[in-house]
């Protein structure tokens, strides 16, 4: 190994060209970017609603109960649609955004025959696995930000904005709900890191990205009606989407941290979970495709 | 898979083999034995030709080399050292092309260049769009390379693969059928691109079921049927595993086979005025004089030495059906 490799100093920083391109290549999908666009368009579709809804002077939802959370005071502050986009978003549209990414990393360049020449490279089996979920997790960032900032974008154009009131009463400036507002979007973005850590792993096991992204969407539908089950209670405080609406408590005037933590404890915990499982199948499978 | 650290002194046992293989063995979790016991040497510098029959082990002995997958049992060494351990180190000094080339449809001939060349970890970042540049250049995609790769045709791909290969100075290619797809022009601006790496040190692994194309190209080859290696050696001595016939031209025939057969030569044929049989071990010249002197008219005088193909088929057998 003498001549080439005396030739070749490396670097360190360069393994992280790895992760660049992932990125670019992720962002440069024609899917990415409709997941994306169906993302954003959900504000649009709930300001625009509301707005309908309430051009005759009476308030949403009927003074609550009904549709996503804070869908009541919209009409009284824009920043509401923030919260209400994430809500609505969060059970299905976003996850499911997620499912796809996560679904296809390792399986759509399995299918496509590409994996064996990024490994060829050599990528790394490691690297390359965490490099994907690196990635996932910047596409579950900004996805949650698309939908935050289009339901910022739309509440400023279709409704006033101003100081607010939290679900406690007090009143807070309208930076400081920007602040809650940007908080909640990470809270929200890091409450996706268990299912992109299922969808890891679940493209891990097969060779077609058709497969692992229907499943992984599968998987989720299935554990968001179990979690809906009464009888099932027991199983709850387990189950990954239990405790994504406790976002709202981050809302509250002190901010309730019980569910917050659970949550970011349970995500903590699927992520290192299917991430170990992950990682041990994709470092031991043989890769023929 | 493992990481071993790029100081570590070379496997004791691999000599100057670049690819060294002991009873390499795989079995396809289905229970395929594809790959069956396999001592594979390839030397140093070599253009070794790697052949056989259609589901004969070749793309599989290839990917337990490139570390893809793991052998069932036996060893490889690439470079001198253990693969798949090894992987890490070895592989940047490898260029590779399996089973046909592999791109991101949706991506540039280009920017799908840019992201291999990314996935190495030992690619300078900064000489990393002149490398590409360059690559594109040797296999004559640069007028395509801002195409969308899935806008490519059969050989636009397999060049680009090629150029995937060819990123970096190698010290190992393995190609896995290149020709594959490429016009008449494409193949023979392969065979003297493989010629130029060659000669540059760099050592040619290369599959193919194009006969001439190996006997063209390699200096040595290995025979595959089954999984099983058959032979191995320089491509010259395999030809003349299927030892050449000697050919006399004259208008003597009767005189000419009585010389031989007193010369020694086995096998002798009649065929007009073509006298032919079993080439001597003795030297030639020597049976030429005793012709000449035997008054036998000459007019040709030569061996006839045994293409690859009938070598290949002599060692693999005549039958058209793929072993199960
Ligand atoms: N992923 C796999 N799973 C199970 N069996 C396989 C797999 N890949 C190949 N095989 C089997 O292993 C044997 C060898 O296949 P391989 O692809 O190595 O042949 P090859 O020599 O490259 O053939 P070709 O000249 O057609 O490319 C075949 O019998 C094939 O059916
Ligand atoms: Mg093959």
Redesign the interface.
């Given at each position: 190994?003498s001549r080439?490799?005396a030739?070749?100093r490396?670097?360190p920083l360069?393994?992280l060209?790895?992760f660049?391109?992932e990125l670019l290549?992720t962002f440069?999908?024609?899917r990415t970017l409709a997941l994306l666009g169906v993302l954003a368009a959900v504000p649009v579709l709930i300001g625009v609603a509301v707005r309908i809804e309430t051009g005759d002077g009476s308030s949403a939802g009927g003074g609550g109960g009904e549709g996503p959370a804070f869908i009541s005071q919209i009409t009284n502050n824009g920043l509401f649609l923030v919260f209400t986009g994430l809500a609505a978003t969060l059970p299905f549209f976003l996850p499911m955004a997620i499912g796809v990414v996560a679904g296809d990393s390792l399986a759509g360049e399995a299918s496509?025959?590409?994996l064996?020449?990024?490994?060829?490279?050599?990528?790394?089996?490691t690297?390359?696995l965490l490099t994907k979920y690196a990635t996932v997790m910047a596409f579950c960032l900004v996805a949650t930000l698309v939908v935050a900032v289009s339901a910022l974008l739309v509440g400023a154009l279709l409704f006033p904005l101003g100081d607010l009131t939290t679900i406690s009463g007090t009143r807070i400036s309208f930076g400081e709900g920007l602040v809650r507002a940007l908080l909640i979007a990470l809270v929200v973005a890091a409450s996706l890191t268990g299912v992109a850590a299922l969808g890891l792993f679940v493209s891990t096991l097969t060779n077609s990205g058709i497969a692992a992204m229907a499943t992984t969407v599968g998987l989720l539908i299935t554990v968001q009606i179990l979690d809906q089950i009464p009888q099932l209670h027991a199983l709850h405080p387990y189950l990954f989407p239990h405790y994504w609406l406790s976002f709202a408590d981050l809302m509250r005037e002190p901010v309730h941290w019980d569910d917050l933590t659970k949550n970011l404890g349970l995500q903590a915990l699927y992520a290192a979970v299917f991430g170990s499982a992950a990682w041990a199948r994709f470092?031991?499978k043989?890769?023929?495709a | 898979?493992g990481?071993a650290s790029?100081g570590e002194p070379?496997g004791a046992h691999a000599g100057d083999a670049v690819v060294a293989t002991r009873a390499l063995t795989k079995r396809?979790?289905g229970g395929q034995l594809a790959v069956d016991g396999l001592h594979l040497t390839v030397p140093e510098g070599s253009v070794f030709g790697f052949l056989g029959p259609n589901g004969s082990g070749k793309t599989t002995t290839i990917?337990m080399l490139?570390?893809?997958?793991?052998p069932t049992s036996g060893t490889a060494h690439v470079?001198?050292?253990p693969m798949p351990r090894s992987?890490?180190?070895v592989?940047?000094?490898?260029g590779?092309l399996?089973?046909?080339p592999?791109?991101?449809?949706?991506?540039s001939g280009r920017d799908n260049l840019?992201?291999?060349?990314?996935?190495?970890?030992?690619?300078?970042?900064r000489t990393r769009s002149a490398r590409v540049a360059a690559a594109l250049d040797r296999v004559g995609l640069t007028a395509a390379a801002g195409k969308k790769a899935k806008a490519y045709s059969l050989g636009m791909k397999q060049r680009l693969?090629l150029a995937?290969a060819l990123l970096q100075?190698r010290?190992l290619l393995v190609l896995d059928e290149p020709t594959n797809g490429l016009d008449p022009q494409g193949m023979r601006e392969i065979r003297t691109l493989i010629r130029a790496l060659a000669s540059d040190g760099t050592t040619v692994f290369l599959s193919s079921h194009l006969l001439d194309e190996i006997e063209q190209v390699c200096t040595h080859a290995a025979v595959m049927a089954r999984g099983r290696l058959i032979t191995q050696g320089p491509v010259a001595e395999l030809s003349a595993g299927a030892r050449g016939r000697l050919v006399v031209t004259t208008p003597d025939p009767a005189d000419a086979a009585r010389v031989l057969k007193e010369q020694g030569v086995a096998d002798v044929v009649v065929a007009d005025d073509r006298v032919t049989g079993e080439a001597p071990e003795r030297d030639l010249a020597e049976v030429n004089a005793a012709l000449v002197t035997a008054g036998v008219r000459v007019r040709g005088f030569g061996v006839e030495r045994a293409s690859l193909e009938e070598a290949f088929v002599a060692l693999t057998g005549e039958g058209f059906d793929v072993a199960g």
């Open positions: 190994m080439a490799e030739e070749r490396v670097s360069w393994t060209g790895l660049r391109s290549t440069r999908r024609w496509a025959g590409t064996r020449y990024l490994l060829v490279a050599p990528a790394g089996r690297r390359l470092t031991s043989d890769v023929t | 898979m990481e790029a070379d396809y979790r990917r490139m570390g893809l997958i793991e470079l001198g050292r992987a890490r180190a592989l940047p000094h490898v590779a399996i089973e046909g592999a791109l991101y449809g949706f991506l840019l992201r291999y060349d990314a996935a190495d970890p030992t690619a300078d970042p693969g995937a100075p010290r």
